[in-house]
């Protein structure tokens, strides 16, 4: 039996026990669907639900940017009510994995004019992002803000940065 198949089973124990309006369920089932790629039935309990938290909207959007559906992953994304970091990194990778590093590039820059400042993973993201799109003068930038705010380099960044340069 298949991740799908399972997923679908666990669904319907779910709905046979009424707890299909709990939040942490609902959650649970749009990561679910969104990780088998079935993005139509994740849409659907996301929809339904009677409110959201920031685990919703960002499981929802992972499960677009999983499948390449960016336009309506950033049409999600333009509409939460509130967004954190790891939406960002969704994003920023997602742009990132579908060759558009010049768009990881603007998600990036307006998360920073937000008075956001990223993690490890946001910086190897756009570090990636810097190299691909030959962008030496921000990398370095980058490179220089990584410095700063980390007390230590990590072998993902440090690869990330050979690749850069």
């Keep these: 039996m298949g991740y799908l198949q399972s997923g679908r089973k666990c669904h319907d124990q ?5 707890v299909d309006e709990v939040l942490l369920v609902q959650n649970s089932l749009i990561h679910m669907y ?3 790629g079935d993005v139509g039935v994740a849409r659907v309990v996301f929809n339904t639900m009677l409110s959201r938290n920031l685990v919703s909207w960002n499981s929802i959007i992972d499960g677009y940017v999983a499948i390449s559906e960016l336009n309506t992953a950033y049409a999600l994304f333009d509409e939460m009510p509130k967004r954190n970091l790891i939406t960002w990194n969704v994003m920023i990778a997602g742009h990132l994995k579908a060759r558009n590093p010049g768009f990881a590039l603007k998600l990036f820059r307006e998360m ?5 400042k ?3 993973r946001t910086m190897v993201s756009v570090i ?3 190299g ?3 962008r030496l003068k921000e990398g370095r ?3 220089a803000s990584i410095i ?5 380099l990590s072998l993902i960044i440090d690869t990330a940065l050979i690749d850069m340069y």
């Design 14 to 18: 779910v709905l046979k026990n009424g």
């Design 34 to 36: 969104g990780c088998c």
């Design 112 to 116: 920073g004019r937000l008075g956001l």
């Design 118 to 120: 990223g993690n490890a």
């Design 128 to 130: 990636t992002a810097c």
């Design 132 to 134: 691909r799109s030959a």
């Design 141 to 143: 930038s980058v490179h």
């Design 148 to 152: 700063r705010m980390l007390a230590r």
